[in-house]
């Protein structure tokens, strides 16, 4: 076990060689992903294709210096820059947009190589993170290539945000680690500080509230450990100082997102059921206790959503390790605490993710700030993956300590009880699995990616997987005063490692894939000639996301974009669906440009609750009232008309209405109304007009 160990400034040995290890590591296990052109090529699916969409036309406007504010072809119209999809802020969208620039594009392979550079990062803050608590750096490299590709990991591939934001947080922990030294304090400041920044710009908001659940502890269990000189003895150590770092740290790097993280949150507001209060949408996707068995022995059992399966081989190291310390806690009363805390903290959040089934999750539910907004709360798991990589590292260092006291020949009248416990734990774990197996307990989406690649896939392979790994690790064990060179107990090592990335790809090397190479074209697209040409294209009437054709989509996606235009759709439905006589059809077709792509109409009145009426009034302007309009400018963010009219009218821009809209007619600045509740109209005077509507956020006001 550890030993009480100083902060210091003195570089570890092989800190940059294990850097670029762990950094190219996860490029290599996901080699599908990020060589495209060749036969075992695979492309990411589920919501990857609309995030590198999004990803594509905020490259296409960067690298033309220039920001998009609005998206007009998805249900029209949403924010753009405060979509937290989109990751607008996110710093290193300048790295990328320099390589569109450079390469002449963006492909589809490009974002997927982008994304497995996530668990890169991630794989080196936890590199950094772990060797900073002076822990043997050999096991720390084990522990984080292992741990890095978890399945837990690589199923978030589908979602690039999701990756970026997680892979900040280690190197949070990393900082609050420096913070305790004295004389760190300004390199762990700035660790903190821009590594919160990338954390929230990353954009998935689910990951950065899930990382307070692992931040508060970590800090109290870190100020103890300093305290009792467990950890570190920093016989400076000042907690009015540490603390002072930590929130200035934390603050500045707060008041710096504050505009971004206060857009995205009046976004929510406006999108339809994610402003909380509703507990049937934020107890969706369900994870229980049955899943937490299969995420620790067998992941075909686990909801994917919510699964963290590290492998049998770390799992029954890790126990091994509880197991010794629980024996032999009167000798290891420091690890004893540690760990029985961590267990009390797992148990915890696993209590937490069971939803509707936890009392703890309803009270949080009802009082913290923001809980009712998220959902799918299996996903937390998330932060159990850092803190994994801690025990298993901590786990290698313990098994060669008890080898090492093995080939010394020191007693251990306690060891052929944990031999015995080790193997009761194994046949437990056996029953569970063979449990799960007979009874076909498998939750679908877990293992149908695996079926698709291999007909032959059976669920019967963990049951093999837990059986190698406990041969391996008890012959580990039980073989210790046999083990005279340390070289033996690396060659364990390697088998227990190589066993564990065997059994982790069988579980999670594929997930959410496609069979097929993905594309490696690299596009360039003309955002501001693509939105100009959707005036003339019809737009269509389906349920997908962001464009980037001129057919723009006035669908909806569920439990997304503005509520009140799902109101307005959700009104007409039943209508439409029937008539009979085609006449709303007709007028829902013509008001929502399906027929021609057309946003501009001119009426006499705007009160109307009748779509046919609205369509009826625009039409007669059309004919008896107006000489001309003209769309001098279209870009996304600013429409730019000149209406010619022979009497009052309003003007109505069918793209919706958001409190960030301005309207100028002729120069002034006039008020906007909401058009069904949801577009955008200005009142007209007779003669020639030039009509502006620009999307003018806040953040952007000055510019």
């Known amino acids: 076990m550890k030993k009480n160990l100083t902060v210091s400034d003195k570089k570890e040995p092989g800190l940059l060689l294990s850097a670029v290890l762990v950094f190219i590591w996860p490029l290599m296990y996901c080699y599908k992903y990020v060589f495209s052109d ?61 390589v569109y620039k450079i390469n002449g594009g963006y492909s589809y392979a490009d974002h997927q190589i982008f994304t497995v550079l996530g668990l890169s990062v991630f794989a080196a803050g936890l590199l950094l993170w772990l060797r900073s608590l002076k822990i043997n750096p050999l096991f720390v490299l084990i522990a984080v290539m292992i741990v890095s590709v978890s399945s837990r990991m690589t199923e978030i591939l589908r ?25 760190k304090k300004i390199k762990a400041g700035i660790i903190i500080f821009v590594s919160f920044i990338m954390m929230i710009t990353a954009g998935y908001a689910y990951y950065v509230y899930y990382s307070v659940f692992i ?28 603390s002072a770092t930590i929130i200035i740290s934390l603050s500045a790097a707060a008041l710096v997102c504050y505009p971004y993280l206060n857009s995205v949150r009046q976004l929510m507001d406006q999108t339809d059921l994610r402003v909380g209060g509703s507990f049937e949408f934020s107890t969706l996707h369900k994870f229980t206790f049955k899943n937490t068995l299969g ?12 699964w963290y399966y590290f492998g049998l081989a770390s799992v029954m190291l890790v126990a091994a390790m509880y197991l010794y310390v629980i024996i032999n806690k009167s000798r290891f009363k420091n690890q004893f605490l ?65 080898i090492k006291t093995g080939k010394e020949n020191k007693s251990d009248a306690k060891y052929k009880y944990f031999l015995i416990s080790f193997a009761v734990l194994f046949a437990v774990i056996l029953s569970v699995q063979i449990y799960f197996y007979y009874n076909k307990v498998f939750f679908k989406d877990s293992v149908s990616y695996a079926k698709d690649f291999s007909g032959e896939f059976d669920e019967k392979v963990f049951v093999i997987y837990n059986v190698v790994s406990f041969i391996l690790i008890f012959l580990l064990l039980a073989g210790r005063k046999f083990l005279n060179n340390q070289k033996l107990v690396y060659l364990f090592l390697l088998l227990v490692f190589s066993v564990n990335i065997l059994d982790l ?75 009979a006589e085609g006449k709303l059809t007709e007028a829902f077709n013509f008001l929502l440009g399906i027929n021609d792509g057309r946003r501009i109409f001119c009426s006499r009145e705007i009160s109307t609750e009748s779509i046919t009426d609205f369509v009826s009034d625009a039409k007669k302007s059309d004919s008896a009232n107006i000489d001309s309009i003209q769309t001098e400018k279209y870009n996304g963010d600013e429409m730019v008309c000149i209406i010619e009219t022979k009497e009052d009218c309003y003007c109505s821009f069918i793209d ?20 069904f509740g949801t577009f955008k109209s200005v009142k007209l005077e007779k003669g020639r007009n030039t009509v502006v509507f620009r999307y003018n956020p806040a953040l952007f006001g000055l510019f």
């Open 38 to 98: 060749s036969s075992f090529s695979l492309t990411m699916g589920n919501d990857f294709p609309v995030i590198y969409t999004y990803k594509l036309i905020l490259l296409d406007k960067l690298s033309n210096f220039s920001f998009p504010l609005w998206s007009p072809s998805e249900a029209c119209g949403y924010p753009f820059f405060s979509n937290p999809f989109v990751q607008a802020f996110y710093p290193l969208n300048i790295l990328l947009a320099a």
């Open 159 to 183: 979602f690039t945000n999701a990756v970026h934001t997680i892979a900040w947080l280690p190197f949070i922990l990393y900082g609050l680690t420096l913070a305790a030294s004295s004389a």
């Open 215 to 242: 931040i508060i502890p970590y800090i109290a269990i870190l100020i103890y450990a300093v305290h009792k000189k467990y950890i570190f003895s920093e016989s400076k150590f000042s907690l009015k100082e540490y």
């Open 295 to 306: 995420s620790l022995f067998y992941p075909s059992a686990s909801h994917i959503e919510g």
């Open 338 to 402: 540690l760990l029985s805390v961590i267990l009390i903290w797992y148990i915890i959040i696993s209590y937490i993710t069971y939803g509707e089934s936890s009392y703890l999750f309803r009270i949080l539910w009802d009082y913290f700030p923001g809980f009712s907004r998220l959902r799918i709360w299996g996903r937390m798991n998330i932060i159990f993956v850092p803190v994994f990589a801690f025990l298993l590292a901590s786990s290698f260092e313990t098994i060669n300590g008890l």
């Open 505 to 579: 790809y069988a579980s999670g090397g594929r997930q959410w894939a496609l069979s097929k190479r993905p594309d490696h074209t690299r596009k360039i697209i003309r955002t501001d000639e693509m939105n100009y040409k959707s005036l003339s294209v019809p737009r269509e009437y389906r349920s997908g996301m962001i464009s980037v054709s001129p057919n723009f989509s006035v669908g909806f996606v569920d439990e997304w974009y503005f509520d009140r235009y799902h109101t307005f759709l959700k009104k007409y439905e039943e209508d439409l669906n029937n008539d």
């Open 656 to 675: 919706n209405w958001d409190n960030n809209w301005e309207a100028f007619v002729n120069g002034n600045k006039v008020n906007i109304e909401k058009l």
